[in-house]
């Protein structure tokens, strides 16, 4: 009868987490069937389909307390945590319960990030990201507790946790989702959203040195083409759009508010064409927050930011139709697929290397045996960088 309860506690605990997850109405971000962007009641469906698996091996009552004591800790952490949570999920026969596991990781940083957080070995929380380097995990679950360790309100943080933070995001999510979920997040500040902003945009410029495809202005004629019936640099060269880049935001915000849709979408379309995804999710942000008729809250902020994610949703569709003969992937970067190569280069194409899995395309296997090898030596490189702050 004991365990009976201490299963039921465990069950209820994990759904008031999942009952605290926030979308912030962004429901075109977060829908269902969507992974890694699942809205909040298909996964609370994912997760009760999982608990009937894991509940027939929590009558192990090793396995039993090890998760209680993870949920409901009584002490700090421990490095001991890791091979826990590994007999707990990752052991038993396949399907792992990974919605289950990733939200007890998403409880611990949690937990560490507040009543623990100058109690645990650092070492416990880079083993802790780690998990979520080796696939990835729904936004809402990991969102919250990974923008607390990117914030370190407490100060309490080496870099390079911090840097590793960002390097789950960057590596799982699209910039655009991160950038107008973190606009969106009433309760982080101005002045950290800023932060969060500035960090996530440094590490996406460093792969960026390494992970880039130079498809060239070709591609980039293809879609302004088609959205405007001229070359990219023949748009350019036309007076309208020879605007700044804070007015031609400015302008499709007004259009928008006077629902001109019509209009804010050619606007929108070039600045996606011409500028960096999170550029423009940052002075849009920006704009929000000093314009008196908009606040994050409102309905017309969101639909603001729906039709700008709409066109770079369009544009990622347009710019990676086109699959490499060579690899069989697609020709971008798998770290930034959203902001490469929009201004003028003139460098030869370069070889671009795929993380496993993230295209969804089969990848070679000579690519894939040189992969850790690979990894190896930008992990290496990339650690100078962020040790020197070379973020340019």
């Keep these: ?15 008031a987490q999942i009952e605290a997850f926030e979308s912030h109405s962004l429901d075109f971000l977060f829908t269902p069937d969507n992974h890694p962007y699942l809205d909040i009641d298909s996964i609370h469906a994912c997760f009760e389909k999982e608990w009937e698996t894991v509940i027939t091996f929590l009558h192990n009552k090793d396995l039993m307390q090890d998760l209680a004591d993870t949920i409901f800790p009584k002490q700090p952490y421990d490095l001991k945590l890791i091979q826990k949570l590994h007999d707990i ?36 929380l880079l083993e802790l990201l780690n998990f979520y380097k080796l696939r990835t995990p729904e936004f809402l679950i990991i969102i919250k507790p990974i923008l607390q ?64 495809l130079h498809v060239g202005i070709p591609e980039k004629d293809l879609i302004s083409l ?30 928008l508010k006077k629902r001109d849709k019509r209009e804010a979408i050619r606007i929108g379309r070039f ?18 927050s000093r314009d008196p008729d ?16 709409r066109i770079m949703q369009e544009f990622r569709k347009n710019y990676f139709s086109r699959i490499s003969s ?31 899995g993230y295209t969804q395309i089969s990848i070679p296997q000579p690519i894939l045996e040189r992969w850790e090898e690979t990894q190896n030596i930008q992990r290496d490189f990339l650690k100078g960088l962020i040790q020197e702050k070379q973020w340019n």
């Design 294 to 309: 908009l606040s994050h809250g409102k309905p017309l902020t969101r639909f603001i930011y729906r039709q700008i994610y």
């Design 326 to 356: 060579l690899t069989g992937g697609f020709r971008g970067s798998p770290f930034d697929l959203d902001s490469t190569n929009r201004y003028d280069w003139d460098e030869e194409p370069e070889n671009c290397l795929f993380r496993p």
């Design 149 to 212: 360790v990117i914030l370190d309100r407490e100060k309490s943080f080496n870099h390079a946790i911090k840097s590793h933070a960002c390097e789950v995001l960057i590596n799982n999510y699209e910039s655009e989702a991160l950038f107008i979920f973190i606009s969106c997040t009433l309760d982080i500040k101005e002045e950290e959203k800023q932060v969060l902003f500035q960090s996530l945009t440094a590490f996406q410029k460093i792969y960026r040195k390494f992970l880039e």
């Design 1 to 15: 009868m004991l365990m009976s309860f201490h299963i039921e506690d465990i069950h209820q605990s994990i759904l």
């Design 226 to 255: 088609k959205w405007f019936g001229f070359s990219y640099d023949q748009l350019r060269r036309k007076g309208e759009w020879r605007d700044s880049f804070s007015n031609l935001v400015r302008h499709f915000i007004e259009y």
């Design 271 to 288: 600045l996606v064409l011409r500028f960096n995804n999170e550029d423009i999710l940052r002075l849009i942000n920006y704009e929000i």
């Design 89 to 124: 999920f990752l052991s038993p026969p396949l399907p792992h319960p990974f919605i289950f596991l990733d939200i007890c990781i998403a409880k611990i940083l949690t937990e560490i990030s507040g009543k623990y957080r100058k109690r645990v070995s650092p070492q416990l």
